[in-house]
Each structure stands twice: as C-alpha cells, then as structure tokens.
C-alpha cells in the first residue's frame, strides 16, 4: 500500500494535526496527543527536528508501543510515517 492510498483509506491520519507556536525566539511544534513534539531556533529547524520525532515515534511504537493502551491507536500514523519520505512528512506537517 502507498501513502497516497493511505491518505484516502485513513483520512484522519491524513490530516496533519500538529501545531506550530512561536515562542522565545524560536518556533515548538506538537501534536496534542501524542509524545511527540520538537523546537527549534527557525521555522525550519523546528519542522526538520519534528520529522526525526515522528520517525523516532514510529521506531518506538513498531519495538514497544504497538500494545501500550494510549498508543495502540495510532497505527494510521504510524504507517503514514513509514510510507513517506522526509520531504512528504515535511509537507504533511505544514499542510
């Protein structure tokens, strides 16, 4: 299955529902949530930093997460993160 199938078939994991906030002259991006979050000095460093979280996550829940209560939900995300490179996940981030 491709991402692009994945988008379709899941819509919620298709949307991105992370946040972006500046703050004390750097920008923080999350997703209410989840555990994920990452900053950064720019705009940019703070989305590229979120792209290592996400793939940190989708280690993480494919090793131990995957039976955890709270995370067991996330297997759309999961595989969305998975079947995108970096440059998709980017552009997921900021829609």
Do not use: C, K
Not at 5 to 24: G, I, K, T
Not at 45 to 61: P, Q, S
């Amino acid at each position: 299955m491709d991402a692009d199938r994945l988008r379709y078939y899941l819509p919620a994991a298709a949307r991105s529902r992370a946040q972006v906030v500046s703050e004390d002259g750097g920008w923080s991006i999350f997703i209410p949530g989840l555990p994920i979050a990452a900053d950064g000095h720019t705009f940019n460093e703070a989305i590229t930093e979120m792209v290592g979280a996400l793939r940190e996550y989708a280690e993480d829940w494919q090793d131990h997460l995957l039976d955890a209560p709270n995370h067991r939900q996330n297997w759309g995300l999961v595989q969305l993160i998975s079947l995108n490179d970096d440059d998709q996940l980017r552009e997921w981030l900021v829609g």
